[in-house]
């Protein structure tokens, strides 16, 4: 039976026989001997296997190079090498696919932007194989984060009509075969379809009947913003409570940050310490930090009168009622507060129609959740649950209510304050793993000018 290599570097007693197969890494030839170093993507550190000419298969040796895939039999014994505690002392090694020469990762030291045109082989790099381990690691911890708390996970539509954010930058899916002249009714869902930019108004209505639930699924986003932050396709983790307010939600933001943090500390320890030492020499200490300090917490208000206070000539403006924009935002973490920062009660006009509206008549019940390095992490509100108020919103942001009828229907229906938030899960592994381009932290990114594989 075949084992993990994972396993087999982590036993507690030398084997008689063991079966590894993998992917190798590097052969070393040497008089008496040839050393493999094979690696099958379970955990980031490579088995050595040695071989000599009493090892069945040894005459074809030769093909045994780099990219080559292979199984491996022999006992598993201390190895006198440092730095790992077990090697194979191969009985029989047997090829299952030679690599061509020209296999792109021979050498190391490639560039991430290299890396990016190979991303069918990258995962077989070091740094890509810790990076989607931990990955998985997380979208396990999402979901245990949230069931242990009794959200109901509801998985929310791809395709939809109505555009949640209100800003127009959806992917419009069609049947139609580029009839200029052909009719919105003539398509295949008889109204204009789009991919979604959020579940969030789906997570609502199951929010008003099951009180706590979450999705956390793929968003699109045709947004032009060729940044290390954007993707036009993404994953979102959007968390919804009934019977919960501004506070609630930014309670929830927080712990949930503090949960992922501490949660990639405890069972991501290996490869966490890659990151740190080949990535970005801060993350554990940042980790750490998320997981011990409590968040600051800033009215929009008060953060835009720190920025312009700041004494720093920034790109974009800054003035009460323009957006905060990512300079803004990692001054204000990075420098100003030195920890995250959940800035809330922005000004309505720059925040989309569903958000409560405070007494002021000014300023929403919205939240952003700040970190060093990244800049906004989490978005979020409590909605406007009142149902005239919610349509003078609609009218406000020049959206038409008769779009949004079944979402004005809960406001009719029992209504009750309720509130929740979108996390970027890319953003959320950037900052986990110090990873500075969102490119790197997806297995095959969408941007702008770019959807191969
Ligand atoms: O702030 P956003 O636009 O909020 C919403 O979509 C709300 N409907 C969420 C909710 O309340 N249920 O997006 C939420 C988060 C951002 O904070 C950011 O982390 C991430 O989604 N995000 C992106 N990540 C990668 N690429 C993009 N183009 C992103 N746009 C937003
Ligand atoms: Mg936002």
Same mark, same amino acid.
């Given at each position: 039976?075949? !084992? *993990?290599?994972?396993?087999?570097?982590? $036993?507690?007693?030398?084997?008689? +026989?063991?079966?590894?197969?993998?992917?190798? @890494? &590097?052969?070393?030839?040497?008089?008496?001997?040839?050393?493999?170093?094979?690696?099958?993507?379970?955990?980031?550190?490579?088995?050595?296997?040695?071989?000599?000419?009493?090892?069945?298969?040894?005459?074809?040796?030769?093909?045994?190079?780099?990219?080559?895939?292979?199984?491996?039999?022999?006992?598993?014994?201390?190895?006198?090498?440092?730095?790992?505690?077990?090697?194979?002392?191969?009985?029989?090694?047997?090829?299952?696919?030679?690599?061509?020469?020209?296999?792109?990762?021979?050498?190391?030291?490639? !560039? *991430?932007?290299?890396?990016?045109?190979? $991303?069918?082989?990258?995962?077989? +790099?070091?740094?890509?194989?810790?990076?989607? @381990? &931990?990955?998985?690691?997380?979208?396990?911890?999402?979901?245990?984060?949230?069931?242990?708390?009794?959200?109901?996970?509801?998985?929310?539509?791809?395709?939809?009509?109505?555009?949640?954010?209100?800003?127009?930058?959806?992917?419009?899916?069609?049947?139609?075969?580029?009839?200029?002249?052909?009719?919105?009714?003539?398509?295949?869902?008889?109204?204009?379809?789009?991919?979604?930019?959020?579940?969030?108004?789906?997570?609502?209505?199951?929010?008003?009947?099951?009180?706590?639930?979450?999705?956390?699924?793929? !968003?699109?986003?045709?947004?032009?913003?060729?940044?290390?932050?954007?993707?036009?396709?993404?994953?979102?983790?959007?968390?919804?409570?009934?019977?919960?307010?501004?506070?609630?939600?930014?309670?929830?933001?927080?712990?949930?940050?503090?949960?992922?943090?501490?949660?990639?500390?405890?069972?991501?320890?290996?490869?966490?310490?890659?990151?740190?030492?080949?990535?970005?020499?801060?993350?554990?200490?940042?980790?750490?930090?998320?997981?011990?300090?409590?968040?600051?917490?800033?009215?929009?208000?008060?953060?835009?009168?720190?920025?312009?206070?700041?004494?720093?000539?920034?790109?974009?403006?800054?003035?009460?009622?323009?957006?905060?924009?990512?300079?803004?935002?990692?001054?204000?973490?990075?420098?100003?507060?030195?920890?995250?920062?959940?800035?809330?009660?922005?000004?309505?006009?720059?925040?989309?129609?569903?958000?409560?509206?405070?007494?002021?008549?000014?300023?929403?019940?919205?939240?952003?959740?700040?970190?060093?390095?990244?800049?906004?992490?989490?978005?979020?509100?409590?909605?406007?649950?009142?149902?005239?108020?919610?349509?003078?919103?609609?009218?406000?942001?020049?959206?038409?209510?008769?779009?949004?009828?079944?979402?004005?229907?809960?406001?009719?229906?029992?209504?009750?304050?309720?509130?929740?938030?979108?996390?970027?899960?890319?953003?959320?592994?950037?900052?986990?793993?110090?990873?500075?381009?969102?490119?790197?932290?997806?297995?095959?990114?969408?941007?702008?000018?770019?959807?191969?594989?």
């Amino acid at each position: 039976m075949r !084992t *993990l290599i994972k396993h087999a570097l982590a $036993a507690a007693a030398p084997a008689e +026989s063991a079966t590894v197969m993998g992917w190798i @890494r &590097t052969r070393r030839d040497s008089k008496d001997f040839s050393f493999l170093a094979l690696n099958d993507g379970s955990c980031a550190a490579n088995l050595q296997v040695v071989v000599d000419s009493n090892t069945s298969g040894f005459d074809e040796l030769a093909r045994f190079t780099t990219g080559a895939s292979a199984t491996v039999e022999g006992p598993l014994v201390a190895s006198p090498a440092a730095g790992q505690k077990w090697e194979i002392h191969a009985r029989r090694i047997e090829l299952i696919g030679g690599s061509d020469p020209a296999y792109p990762l021979q050498k190391k030291g490639h !560039t *991430l932007e290299f890396l990016r045109t190979i $991303a069918h082989l990258r995962p077989r +790099s070091n740094l890509f194989g810790a990076v989607f @381990r &931990t990955r998985s690691a997380l979208a396990f911890a999402v979901h245990r984060f949230f069931q242990e708390r009794d959200f109901v996970c509801v998985h929310t539509p791809i395709i939809t009509a109505s555009d949640c954010e209100g800003a127009g930058e959806m992917f419009r899916v069609t049947s139609l075969k580029g009839d200029p002249d052909a009719k919105p009714e003539a398509d295949f869902f008889a109204k204009p379809a789009y991919l979604t930019v959020s579940g969030q108004l789906e997570a609502e209505t199951f929010a008003c009947a099951l009180s706590n639930v979450y999705t956390f699924g793929p !968003t699109f986003r045709a947004e032009n913003s060729n940044t290390a932050r954007h993707a036009a396709e993404f994953w979102m983790i959007e968390p919804e409570m009934a019977f919960c307010d501004l506070q609630g939600d930014m309670d929830l933001g927080e712990a949930f940050l503090k949960a992922m943090a501490a949660y990639t500390l405890e069972h991501c320890a290996e490869d966490l310490a890659f990151f740190n030492r080949f990535v970005d020499p801060g993350t554990i200490d940042r980790l750490k930090f998320v997981v011990e300090r409590p968040f600051l917490r800033l009215p929009y208000t008060e953060a835009v009168e720190i920025l312009k206070s700041a004494g720093r000539t920034f790109e974009f403006p800054v003035a009460y009622g323009l957006n905060l924009q990512s300079e803004h935002e990692r001054f204000l973490t990075e420098d100003h507060c030195k920890c995250p920062v959940t800035v809330f009660d922005y000004p309505r006009e720059i925040k989309p129609f569903y958000m409560r509206l405070n007494d002021d008549e000014k300023t929403v019940r919205a939240m952003d959740v700040l970190v060093p390095g990244i800049g906004e992490v989490i978005g979020g509100s409590q909605r406007e649950e009142r149902l005239e108020a919610l349509e003078a919103s609609l009218r406000y942001h020049q959206l038409d209510p008769k779009d949004y009828w079944w979402y004005l229907d809960l406001r009719r229906f029992g209504t009750v304050p309720h509130a929740g938030f979108g996390l970027g899960f890319e953003r959320l592994l950037m900052f986990l793993t110090g990873v500075s381009n969102i490119r790197d932290v997806i297995p095959f990114a969408r941007t702008p000018g770019n959807a191969e594989f």
